[in-house]
């Protein structure tokens, strides 16, 4: 299948390539994360995995611009779990339109492989989308391969992000 793999950072992006590309699937990766903060931890994201894309032959498509500020004013008065959904519906909806426009049969993300993301959330919020706009969501539980994708990100010395992207992700990482 010719398939659109939402990307939100190079170290995700690993197993999930290997995984698909040995199921056959021609693969090309999407770079659309709104959500990311600070603007330098978004650009040490998009550096790390447009290297880690060239080492890969990865096929990339990147989101032109930085849209912080659309994406602050959609979640400021949303609680987190809202806001966790907004934000997944959301770089989906981007993903499959796009997948769509450019004649893509399915879309996935790379979220499906960290044990810190809500799958079930995804997996809904996938299948949901797949129903509207009528592209096949491709969903896999790729954590089984996190140890594999950790190890095989600190070979190749890339750059590891200690939260999942969002200020609010970040004080909760940080702020105790």
């Not at 939100?8 to 090309?28: A, N, V």
């Not at 809500?118 to 809904?124: M, P, R, V, W, Y």
């Not at 009528?134 to 992000?161: C, H, N, P, T």
Request: charged share 25%; aromatic share 14%.
């Amino acid at each position: 299948m010719k398939m659109l793999m939402h990307i939100c950072c190079g170290p995700c992006s690993i197993y999930p390539l290997k995984e698909l590309r040995t199921q056959g699937h021609d693969i090309t990766g999407l770079f659309y994360n709104p959500n990311i903060h600070p603007y330098q931890e978004y650009q040490r994201r998009h550096e790390t995995l447009r290297d880690y894309a060239n080492k890969a032959f990865l096929n990339m498509m990147w989101a032109e611009g930085y849209s912080l500020e659309a994406f602050l004013r959609s979640v400021a008065s949303l609680d987190d779990k809202d806001r966790c959904v907004f934000c997944l519906r959301d770089r989906l909806t981007y993903t499959a339109e796009l997948a769509i426009k450019e004649k893509y049969e399915g879309f996935t993300t790379t979220l499906l492989y960290s044990k810190f993301q809500k799958h079930d959330l995804i997996h809904e919020i996938g299948d949901e989308i797949k129903k509207h706009l009528g592209i096949f969501f491709y969903y896999q539980d790729f954590r089984s391969g996190w140890a594999e994708g950790v190890r095989i990100s600190k070979e190749l010395g890339m750059y590891r992000q200690p939260y999942c992207g969002c200020i609010y992700s970040e004080k909760q990482r940080f702020c105790k």
